[in-house]
């Protein structure tokens, strides 16, 4: 069985990653990793890779940076090729970026079985392009695989079969768990070991990259207030994203970085900022991934946004959802420090096996599958 592993952006190499490794043990599966070049990325070279523990991708479409519907449309055009030269079984898409909706939309007219891995995910923000890419992408699916409870229900409701859903897990998990384990500082760039080693016992990390963020100077401002304030009692490490800094600067606010407190630093790679984050008293973010990531390793975590598509990391896990409301940031980063967190847990399945469900799945089409592996 041929199966076409579509990644748009580096994010979603890391959920790619693992549903490879998971295939590299079954000889019936031929997996062909697809990079549509829809962001690029100077740090995505051959070591990445290695570091994933994934081969090179078999084909790099190089689509680049446009408006949705030039990106989406270029995808679409260099994808069919790739269809047409593979004739694959089942073309798998994993999250909400441009090439998820572009290459679905590809395999669907070519009578292509569909895979959507995280499906099921909604925030109910239709300004969101996340949201109709993943209303869109579900529309056409064939086999769903989702992270919680909560995107099974979801998908039901709006009509899908239920033997066509599995509650499988979550992928991120998977690699999180994998990347742990061969973490050291010897894999670490120097500089950011050395930056840690200068950090107190309790300090927090942050990201911040949305455009609903970053593209106000309201809610930036008050976001960096509340941080401001919240650094004079833990130091906050910022890995400040190239639209963030443009847009600080463009609106005349570089002086609310200039504190010592706030320690800002180009944009890391994963393992990098893993090291960092994962021994925080507090996570401050409006990413996706990162809610769930810190969620699974139970960390403190704020997210500066109005929604979330994953209400599980709120609901169960160590997550709050603040939107740009400064005191309510400011209050319960407090807690956090003072380690006066909620209780919470990690969400059912999110335990580093999610890839051998959606591998067992999709190579053998019987659910008894999934109850072995999930029993074990």
């Not at 991708?57 to 949705?68: D, E, I, R």
């Not at 590809?106 to 895979?115: E, F, G, M, V, Y």
């Not at 407190?261 to 960092?276: A, E, G, K």
Request: glycine letters at 6%.
């Amino acid at each position: 069985m041929k199966i076409i592993l579509v990644a748009g952006a580096r994010p979603n190499f890391m959920k790619i990653a693992p549903i490879i490794r998971a295939m590299n043990k079954h000889p019936q599966l031929e997996p062909v990793l697809v990079h549509t070049g829809q962001h690029y990325d100077k740090n995505m070279s051959g070591t990445f890779f290695q570091t994933l523990g994934i081969p090179d991708p078999h084909y790099n479409l190089q689509v680049g940076s446009g408006s949705h519907a030039v990106q989406t449309a270029e995808v679409m055009v260099r994808f069919e090729e790739v269809c047409l030269k593979e004739k694959p079984d089942v073309v798998m898409v994993v999250g909400d970026v441009n090439s998820t909706i572009a290459t679905g939309l590809t395999a669907k007219k070519l009578h292509i079985t569909l895979a959507h891995v995280e499906a099921g995910l909604r925030s109910g923000d239709r300004s969101m392009p996340e949201e109709i890419n993943r209303l869109a992408t579900d529309a056409i699916t064939d086999l769903f695989f989702t992270t919680e409870l909560q995107g099974t229900k979801n998908l039901i409701n709006e009509g899908h079969a239920p033997e066509s859903v599995h509650f499988v897990g979550h992928v991120m998990i998977d690699n999180l768990f994998y990347q742990l384990q061969n973490l050291s500082e010897s894999t670490i760039s120097t500089d950011v070991v050395q930056l840690k080693k200068s950090l107190p016992e309790k300090y927090i990390c942050m990201t911040l990259h949305r455009p609903s963020n970053v593209d106000s100077r309201e809610n930036i401002s008050k976001i960096f207030d509340a941080v401001r304030e919240i650094s004079t009692r833990a130091p906050v490490v910022f890995p400040i994203h190239p639209r963030t800094l443009k847009n600080i600067e463009s609106f005349g606010l570089k002086p609310l970085l200039n504190t010592e407190n706030i320690i800002t630093t180009s944009p890391l790679d994963y393992n990098d900022f893993l090291y960092l984050w994962k021994d925080s008293c507090l996570v401050l973010t409006d990413s996706g991934g990162l809610q769930e990531e810190a969620t699974a390793l139970r960390i403190p975590c704020l997210t500066m946004r109005e929604n979330t598509e994953r209400p599980v990391t709120a609901e169960v896990g160590s997550n709050i959802v603040v939107g740009t409301d400064g005191e309510k940031i400011k209050r319960l980063a407090m807690e956090a420090i003072e380690g006066k967190w909620k209780e919470c847990a990690v969400p059912e399945l999110w335990d580093g096996r999610a890839s051998e469900r959606i591998v067992c799945l999709i190579g053998e089409e019987k659910l008894i599958c999934y109850n072995v592996v999930k029993k074990q």
